[in-house]
């Protein structure tokens, strides 16, 4: 266990779940072993059916809220982080744990000394990516993934935290990237500051999360994209799922998406929120091309 280092930041390690207890055990184990200090580890259980309230009394020391009702990875998230009085926001998937013990620290560290940027994505690894790298490089990114990542709370505050989509799944860490990039925030990949991500298929509906993806897509292209460019990009989007859809057949489920969407399509452009021009080149410049960062 790396010792525990004393640092005037504050930190929340945040785990949204659902019946994924047998995982669960090992994120909080990981999150309150970081060497990382003052730390809290909040765990929202959304209606779980399987074992997960019995861990309650397991971590006697964590903040705990169990939801009756599912209500979404997405609301929990939001509530943790806009409830918190913390500095910093850590993401972690019930199915994920930190691989050392000092990748808060180091994510908070570099945060400290780089005001403009809002976030930090760990280096995520799993049973379909297992490259190790070492440690030392920084990559300016277009976004992170939800599994683990850091938020500076005082930019998800004036930001107002995830937009909610009419999916369950998929987009919310993509918009919520479009935003930071468009109010001049940076996004960081720490190469080396691992998390690994199980990527269990417990709780998972493939054809259920496809369609929502699907869905969720096509309406932050409605949503965020200059009112000029929304036209050609939702067909570009729609023409490049139909064929992922044909080949992983899921055809059905990204019909039911494109479906889902027309649904909500009148009210989404009635609440658009474009992003500039320049914030949408510079998120697909960076999907493209990560750059190294110096100094």
């Known amino acids: ?65 169990r939801w009756q009702s599912g209500q979404g990875y997405v609301r929990a998230r939001n509530w943790m982080m806009l409830n918190a009085n913390e500095d910093y926001y850590i993401s972690l ?11 808060v620290a180091v994510a908070v560290d570099y945060l400290e000394q780089h005001p403009t940027a809002a976030a930090v994505a760990f280096d995520v690894i799993s049973p379909d990516r ?12 277009a976004m ?11 930019v998800v505050r004036e930001l107002g935290g995830y937009t909610e989509f009419p999916g369950a799944y998929g987009a919310e860490e ?3 990237c479009l935003r930071l990039i468009d109010a001049g925030y940076g996004i960081v990949k720490l190469d080396g500051v691992h998390v690994w991500h199980d990527k269990t298929s417990s709780a998972r509906d493939l054809p259920k999360q496809h369609r929502s993806g699907v869905c969720n897509d096509l309406t ?7 009112v000029a460019l929304v036209v050609p990009v939702i067909v570009l989007k729609l023409s490049k799922h139909l064929v992922f859809a044909i080949r992983g057949g899921l055809l059905r489920a990204c019909l039911q998406g494109v479906c889902d969407f027309m649904l909500v399509a009148f009210d989404v452009w009635r609440a658009r929120g474009p992003v500039r ?4 080149m510079q998120f697909y410049s960076l999907s493209r091309t990560p750059r190294k960062v110096t100094g």
């Open 220 to 226: 932050l292209a409605l949503r965020r994209v200059p």
């Open 277 to 280: 021009l320049s914030s949408l």
């Open 144 to 154: 992170f993934v939800g599994c683990g990542h850091v938020l500076r709370l005082s």
């Open 130 to 141: 297992r490259i190790v790298a070492s440690r030392g490089a920084v990559t300016s990114v």
């Open 93 to 103: 998937d019930d199915d994920a744990w930190f691989v050392e013990g000092d990748e």
């Open 174 to 176: 993509k918009d919520f």
């Open 1 to 65: 266990m790396t010792s525990a280092r004393d640092n005037s930041s504050s930190v929340v390690v945040g785990i949204a779940t659902h019946n994924r207890a047998r995982w669960l055990r090992k994120a909080i184990n990981s999150a309150l072993r970081q060497s990382q200090r003052p730390l809290r580890v909040a765990v929202i259980d959304d209606a779980s059916s399987d074992e997960t309230p019995s861990l309650r009394q397991e971590f006697a020391s964590i903040s705990w809220e």
